[in-house]
């Protein structure tokens, strides 16, 4: 390295904020794109719990405005329906940059709309970036561990530079969130924008979408609706599960902190999809079976993060395992469920 990028100097403070909030810190007004989806709306709650004004712009892709909700009516917050691809003139202290077709299954399976992930990763980054660079607010990227492609490096260190197949069915997601890293760094360097980058790793929870095809999810609701669980290829292969809470407070960490990045947010406890299975099982429906599907093109046979620097310079590190975050998740999945099946008039 011939530059160190990775110390940020200026001070947290809010720059347009009157209110004192707490002692020694002022009330912020914050962006947070992607804010009614999955991550983002928990995300939302922290902050608007912690005294601070939060204006969300989703375009409801695959967000809910029931995830958001329970905060209509709260002063503090603000929710503005406009597809981040458009430019937006907002004046905020702090951006999280959420919004992304984030589910395998609105960026990989329909041929048509694979295209939309990247231009929505990097005009959508690009008009926050502007947008930052206009009020000199504090810009944060939600990356992810797919920058690491079918990984050759195990766990994965965020120096690791990744093994990816351009021309994948996965690349319209991997590459877009490359770019994004590097116009996150190229607004950084070129126009002293303060910036932060997370490689987030996967995350489960309430609040997520029941049919995004992601494995979590796809477990529980399978489980939940007596259907046997889908095991795609031998299901050795291996990922790594976070709690989104614990997500949430590493954002919050990463974005107060003084130190761009990346960082890897994930927890290090690694499962293959069968153990997966079995969790799943023990948590929901001991008579739960399991049935085997031909796998996805380019899938990763393994991922776990290092998480040593976000320890070191972040001081965070995951609190919730699988075990106990996973029931967590299956109450909110379970009245979903319900829900949808009273819809049906079943
Ligand atoms: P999500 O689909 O629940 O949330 C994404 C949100 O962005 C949705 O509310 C959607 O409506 C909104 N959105 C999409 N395109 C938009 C656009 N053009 N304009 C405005 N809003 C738009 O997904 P999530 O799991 O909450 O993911 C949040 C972020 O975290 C994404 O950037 C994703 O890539 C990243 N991430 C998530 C995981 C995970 O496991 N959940 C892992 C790695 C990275
Ligand atoms: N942008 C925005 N809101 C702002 C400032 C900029 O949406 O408050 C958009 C702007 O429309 C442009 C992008 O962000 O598409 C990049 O802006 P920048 O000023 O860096 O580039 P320029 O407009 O000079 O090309
Ligand atoms: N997977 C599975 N059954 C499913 C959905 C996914 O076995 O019903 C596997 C998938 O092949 C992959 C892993 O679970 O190996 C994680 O997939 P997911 O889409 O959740 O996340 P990502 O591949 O983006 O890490």
Redesign the pocket.
Same mark, same amino acid.
């Given at each position: 390295h011939t530059q160190d990028f990775s110390v940020s100097t200026k001070p947290v403070q809010g720059k347009l904020g009157r209110v004192p909030v707490g002692i020694g810190r002022r009330r912020m007004r914050i962006v947070v794109?992607?804010? !009614?989806? /999955?991550?983002?709306s928990h995300l939302v709650d922290k902050l608007i719990g912690r005294g601070d004004e939060v204006i969300v %712009? +989703?375009? /409801?892709? =695959?967000? @809910?405005k029931e995830n958001v909700v329970h905060l209509f009516g709260n002063p503090r917050f603000e929710l503005i329906r *406009? +597809?981040?691809?458009e430019p937006i003139l907002l004046e905020v202290d702090q951006i999280y940059h959420? !919004? &992304?077709? !984030?589910?395998p299954v *609105?960026y990989k399976y329909n041929p048509v709309k694979t295209i939309i992930s990247f231009p =929505?990763n990097v005009m959508?980054t690009l008009n926050m970036l502007g947008l930052a660079k206009r009020v000199g607010a504090r810009f944060l990227l939600?990356?992810?561990?797919?920058v690491y492609g079918d990984p050759l490096q195990h766990p994965q260190k965020e120096t690791y530079w990744g093994n990816v197949n351009p021309i994948g069915e996965r690349s319209c997601y991997d590459e877009g969130?490359r770019t994004a890293e590097t116009l996150t760094m190229d607004y950084h360097r070129g126009a002293d924008v303060e910036v932060r980058i997370a490689r %987030? /790793?996967?995350?489960?929870g309430p609040r997520? &979408?029941l049919d +995004?095809g @992601?494995v979590v999810s796809n477990f529980v609701a399978q489980a939940i609706r007596k259907q046997p669980m889908t095991v795609y290829g031998d299901g050795k292969q291996t990922r790594s599960f976070q709690y989104v809470s614990d997500l949430v407070d590493g954002l919050v960490a990463l974005m107060e902190g003084e130190h761009i990045g990346p960082f890897n947010l994930g927890n290090p406890g690694e499962f293959t999809m069968l153990e997966l299975a079995e969790v799943v099982k023990d948590t929901i429906d001991p008579s739960a079976t399991i049935e085997y599907k031909p796998n996805t093109a380019d899938d990763p046979h393994m991922r776990k993060p290092d998480i040593t620097k976000a320890k070191e310079l972040l001081n965070w590190e995951p609190k919730i395992p699988l075990r106990e975050g996973l029931p967590l998740m299956v109450n909110d999945f379970r009245n979903r469920i319900l829900n949808e099946d009273e819809g049906k008039g079943a």
């Open positions: 794109t992607g804010g !009614a989806g /999955f991550v983002g %712009i +989703d375009n /409801f892709f =695959t967000g @809910r *406009h +597809d981040v691809v959420l !919004a &992304c077709p !984030a589910s *609105h =929505t959508g939600t990356s992810t561990s797919e969130k %987030i /790793f996967n995350t489960y997520m &979408c +995004d @992601r």
